[in-house]
């Protein structure tokens, strides 16, 4: 199952905050996709990823300032 964190707009660290939040509520083997214009969240959200265990399986940018990851639960 896939579940969108849609956090445009929300200024760091509340997108970190969500997403914490977000993944607590799916199940292992789920994804989290985080929709996100926080600068400081493109290197805090896949730090933090990396140092959960979570696997980053996309993460891209979608405009100027817009960017998506997904991150797996293990």
Known sequence: ??????????VC????????????????????IINFDCTQATESIPRWAAESGY???NFEQLGEAAWTITIKKN
């Open 1 to 10: 199952m896939t579940t969108t964190l849609d956090v445009m707009g929300q």
């Open 13 to 32: 660290p509340f997108p970190l905050v969500e997403a914490k939040d977000a993944i607590e509520k799916i199940s292992a083997g789920d994804e989290l």
């Open 55 to 57: 696997e980053v399986t």
